[in-house]
């Protein structure tokens, strides 16, 4: 059995497709972390208010374990259900504008759980390809017939829902994680609506950056929670807190309860977590100098990452990959990044397609103007 383990693994070595784990030795507020014994500049995290480490939040959480203990003991349906993961819900129910919200452990499990639990609502499911892993799982595990349209082509969605015979749901990440570029979902939600499909999405990297207020993508796109029935957004990133949530009708919710298995099944995420994250939530609509300044970042980035003509994706978000091809040669991109001081993630199948390796940088509240600047002469360098 082991020969066979080393076969594969000697396999991935070969195709540059290995991965292993960095250890970070120590991490605090801002964009430094601690690498055997070196400073590395981060630009991998999805912490891109920079709260992660927000010392209001780290106070919350350690009261929420004074009053309610580390572990939550069971799962939400038995004991596990606190007052303040009550209150959360309520206060993300509000933040995003629907009438409820039910929270999961991870998003993983959020998209898993609620294509699975709809399925007997509408049983073909239609996906944008470059979804994320979990929504593409959640099809795979649910059962339902399965389409993957053309990367936010919605003259191929169209074709497909025009010759459905069948009930179905429409889902897609509103920012696509590994490009950075937001869904067209205006268009998205007039099609589901002409076709009287359900419409679910994903807005893990827009909730707290996109939108004046940090609602996310649809406030981004001037939408609300009636355009889009089956709303799921996560906590660990802009929130820099752990966890998720979907949001929507009273209705969607109580059926959730009734019949997500990932929600049913499973122990309920620490309340010191939902404390933390109600933390995270009041800083979010206090502070939108993080938000101003998270733009003003990503502005500088494409400017300063032009006049170096280094191959940018077209991205408005703080998601900014750059387009390397080959997958051993962004390997051995990000390690020499490491060892001028950089972290930055290489982006290889099967995450992206073959031929599509990347270096994926994310940019933070935290960043200053100098670290980019230092960042993309490096790399125009390197390349
Ligand atoms: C990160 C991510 C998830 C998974 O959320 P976790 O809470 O980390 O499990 C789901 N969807 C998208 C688009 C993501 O980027």
């Known amino acids: 059995m082991d020969s066979g383990f080393s076969a594969t693994l000697e396999q991935l070595k070969q195709q540059g497709l290995y991965r292993s784990r960095t250890r970070i030795e120590s991490s605090g507020e801002g964009v430094e972390l601690l690498v055997d014994g070196k400073k590395l500049v981060n630009f991998c995290s999805n912490d891109y208010l920079g709260l992660a480490a927000h010392p209001d939040i780290i106070k919350a959480c350690q009261q929420g374990c004074d009053q309610y203990g580390v572990g939550s003991g069971s799962a939400h349906l ?10 959360l819900e309520e206060e993300l129910a509000e933040f995003v504008g629907a009438s409820r ?18 399925m007997a609502h509408a049983d073909c499911l239609y996906e944008d390809r470059l979804n994320h892993a979990s929504l593409l799982d959640g099809a795979l595990l649910s059962r339902a017939r399965f389409k993957r349209y053309r990367h936010a082509d919605t003259s191929h969605l169209h074709q497909l829902l025009a010759t459905a015979d069948s009930k179905g749901m429409v889902v897609t990440d509103s920012v696509f994680s590994m490009d950075g570029d937001i869904a067209p979902l205006p268009q998205l939600v007039e099609q589901t609506r002409q076709h009287n499909t359900l419409l679910m999405v994903d807005d893990a990297h827009g909730l707290g950056v996109l939108g004046e207020n940090g609602r996310g993508a649809l406030e981004h796109f001037g939408l609300d929670q009636h355009d889009v029935p089956v709303y799921m957004a996560t906590l660990g990133k802009a929130l ?5 949530f979907v949001a929507g009708s009273d209705e969607l919710i109580e059926l959730l309860i009734q019949k997500a298995r990932t929600y049913i099944f499973t122990t309920a995420m620490p309340p010191a977590m939902a404390e933390a994250t109600r933390a995270s939530l009041k800083i979010i609509q206090q502070e939108s100098w993080r938000r101003d300044k998270l733009n003003m970042l990503v502005d500088h980035f494409r400017d300063t990452a032009a006049e170096l003509e280094l191959p940018l994706m077209d991205s408005i978000t703080p998601i900014q990959p750059l387009l390397v091809g080959d997958a051993q040669l962004a390997m051995r991109l990000s390690q020499k990044l490491k060892e001028q001081g950089f972290f930055v993630s290489a982006i290889r199948p099967p995450t992206v397609p073959q031929g599509e390796s990347r270096l994926r940088f994310t940019l933070s509240a935290h960043h200053e103007t100098a670290h980019i600047d230092a960042l993309l002469s490096t790399v125009a360098k390197l390349l």
């Not at 929270?103 to 639990?117: C, D, E, K, R």
């Open 78 to 87: 038995i004991c596990g259900h606190s007052k303040p993961h009550h209150q």
């Open 101 to 118: 919200a039910l929270l999961f452990s991870t998003g993983y499990m959020a998209n898993m759980g609620v294509i699975a639990a709809l």
């Open 240 to 244: 820099g807190v752990f966890g998720a």
